[in-house]
Nanobody, 127 residues
C-alpha cells in the first residue's frame, strides 16, 4: 500500500520561504518520476515541478528560479524549497508519484494523469 504524506505548509509573508516535504511508504523515490502540484480555490490543479529518477528536474515557468525540487533517496523524502513567495503561490500543494520516467512536461494540461499516487496535500498561504 503506497502512502505519500506532505508536511511543511503554513502561512508566510510575501517574500518569505517555506520547504515542503513528502514522505513515502510502500514506494521507492529512487526509481520513479516524482512531482509537486498545487491547486488554488476555483482553479485547476497545476504542475509546479517534477524530478526524474536520475535527479533531472523541470519547473513550471511561474516558479522557475524561485522553487527547487529535490529528493533524498535514502530517506525516501521529496522536497520543495520555495523562495520569494508571492500571494499567487497560495494553494494546496500535493506531492505525486509516477510509475516510470517523467514523460509529460510538468505544466502541460495532462500532467496530473501521469501520476498514480497522491498525498493528501499541505496548505500554503502567502499574504
Amino acid at each position: 500500500h503506497v502512502q505519500l504524506v506532505e508536511s511543511g505548509g503554513g502561512s508566510v509573508q510575501a517574500g518569505g520561504s517555506l520547504t515542503l516535504s513528502c514522505a513515502a511508504s510502500g514506494y521507492t523515490y529512487r526509481s520513479y518520476c516524482m512531482a509537486w502540484f498545487r491547486q488554488a480555490p476555483g482553479k485547476e490543479r497545476e504542475g509546479v515541478a517534477a524530478i526524474e529518477s536520475n535527479g533531472g528536474a523541470n519547473y513550471a515557468d511561474s516558479v522557475k528560479g524561485r522553487f527547487t525540487i529535490s529528493k533524498d533517496n535514502a530517506k525516501n523524502v521529496l522536497y520543495l524549497q520555495m523562495n520569494s513567495l508571492t500571494p499567487e503561490d497560495t494553494a494546496m500543494y500535493y506531492c505525486a508519484g509516477g510509475q516510470g520516467h517523467c514523460m509529460t512536461a510538468i505544466q502541460a494540461p495532462g500532467a496530473p494523469d501521469e501520476y498514480q499516487y497522491w498525498g493528501q496535500g499541505t496548505q500554503v498561504t502567502v499574504s
